[in-house]
């Protein structure tokens, strides 16, 4: 993956992070605000109803301001100016809040008016009430002083956080997703500095080779042509494997060369109007002989025999074919018999290439053309090659605009389609 493109997606996904943080943090604090509010008219109507049902008992009249004021987050205060039985209003209290969902613990205190001393106090739990009422006992009555009462929810905030549930797990959710999309970001900066050092490895390794594989070309070319070579069979075979050897050598490097430069956007194709009819042919007399040099077996053209013009880099044209041939003919446990069918279709120009090797197995289709893959031959490992071959044709195909297709049957052959629209 190219620099600029991880950067722009670390760019893009900063922002969002960023914009989701606010969003997530807005909508908490929303929600809460809500929350909290709803909480708040909950004990104030539930507190109004105790105060109405102790007027009721007390056959008295609740004043008409400040009945109930809230002194802070979580503390409440009822000033009914009358007689206050703790029986009665302990019950009053339980009913009306559980009546109205509120299900966490609270204290209250019955105050003196005049002196403001506390008479009374005691602290309930939801999930202990029904004890709570069996084992209280009698609370005592005070009808000689006037007072009021005072409610406090000390785990109020955390109450109202409870109620947020579906939020908060909402919340947690998007955080994870941020932590995974966070270490993916990471993930990819790892491996694009890996893959870096590689292309850095390889670059280096290929352009060290290309100074000895020169010296040993004009170094044999030397010895071929002495004239000593002549009068030794052995010699005249020995100089000629180290030429071709070198020449195979030197393609290898080229074309690891190549790759480099298609992957640091580098590389820039040669446009040219040419005549893949005769580009073609050149191609597969050159294999035929190749093959025929190798021993038994056979390339052969079929299709467009007229010229017909496309545009395109004619040198990594006839590149592909070479690459996809030799992978045919590699390829083969039988004696190889490969066809190039060329046909004008509508308004694209179809290149299939057509073999009787090994075949492909579905299960390796999608690695096909992945760089340095392999199709593998079993415990024998007799194909020659990096795994660049396929990696190197779709590369070219993708940058003429072209598409490549493969349909494979293991044990029959293989057939690649190559896909050219007509105006090149």
Known sequence: MPIHL??????????????IIIIQVYTLRQSFTLADEEFDQSVRLALYQVAEKLAKVNQSKLPKQNLIQRRSS???????????DANILEDYLIQELESRGINTDFEYAV????????V?????????????????????????????????????????????????LFSLITALALIFFLYSI?????????????KDFINNM????????????????????HPLIDTSDRLKKYSEIIVEQNERLNNQVEKVLNLARLEQDSFKLTLEQFDITSTIEKVVNAEHLKVQEQGQGEVMYEGLRSSYTIIGDKLHFSNVLHSIIDNAVKYCTSIPRVIIRAYVKGQEVFIDV???????????MENLFKKFYRVPTGDVHDVKGFGLGLFYVQNICEAHGWDIKV??????????RIIIPHNG
């Open 186 to 198: 990471w993930i990819i900066l790892q491996q694009k500095r890996l893959s870096d050092l590689q």
């Open 74 to 84: 979580n503390y409440y205060a009822v000033n009914i100016n009358d007689v206050i």
């Open 120 to 168: 009374y106090g005691n602290y309930c739990k939801p999930s202990d009430l029904k004890e709570t009422k069996e084992s209280r006992g009698v609370l005592p009555t005070f009808d000689d002083l006037v007072y009021y009462f005072v409610v406090r929810f000390p785990s109020r905030r955390g109450y109202v956080v409870g109620s947020m549930g579906q939020i908060v």
């Open 6 to 19: 991880i950067r722009r997606i670390a760019i893009l996904g900063a922002l969002s992070i960023i914009g």
């Open 354 to 364: 057509v073999d009787n090797g090994i075949g492909i197995p579905k299960e390796n």
């Open 407 to 416: 349909l494979s049957e293991p044990g029959v052959g293989s057939t690649f």
């Open 111 to 118: 105050y003196d008016c005049q002196s403001q001393d506390l």
């Open 206 to 225: 290929t352009h060290e080779f290309k100074t000895p594989i020169s010296s040993i070309k004009i170094a044999a070319n030397v010895i071929k042509s």
